[in-house]
């Protein structure tokens, strides 16, 4: 809906705001990133009920619009996005619209992550060249992306999408800035 991009032909998806469309597939991603020790900080027995899944993405919504979270670093206004295709969940994007210290340090203007069995077919470069885009919409041009340096995952899908590396930060992350426009 807001935006897509294929990395290739075994590639679909596009960003769409959050909606109980893919609340299935939602559960059974987080339950992939829960059996890798991620996301544990999300409760998945509580969102299986329709109405709290329904509660938490509209506090996902406000949180962006209004800047507010329990991370200094996440208090900042953003959007998140999900990438899906049709009714399956396959990942999330953060776009931080303005950068705080702690962002240029960790994180960056855009995170993102896909769930584990949709790894390796390219959704991570098509969903940050969509971000991207999205971003330029909103005044950012360029975008800071950051990441670990035993990453060598996330690096090449920022590469791919023309990120330059800056540096290591203070919190050791390497630092890419990637062109929006």
Known sequence: MLGSRSAG?????RLATPSSAVHASFLDALGEHHAEDLH??????ALA????????????RLAGVNGTADCARDRVPHRVLWWVDGDRYLGRVRINLVLNDELREF???????????????????????????????????PALL??????????RVIERNGGTLQDVSNAGRLRYWCATG
């Open 9 to 13: 032909p075994a590639t679909r998806g």
């Open 40 to 45: 544990a900080e999300v409760d998945a027995e």
């Open 107 to 141: 994180g960056g203007h855009i995170g993102y992550d896909v769930r584990p069995s949709a790894r390796g077919q390219g959704h991570a470069t098509a969903l940050l060249g969509a971000a991207l885009r999205l971003a330029n919409g909103w005044g950012i041009n």
């Open 146 to 155: 950051t990441c670990a340096p035993e990453n060598a995952a996330s690096r």
């Open 49 to 60: 009920d329709p109405a709290v899944f329904r509660l938490w993405i509209e506090e996902l």
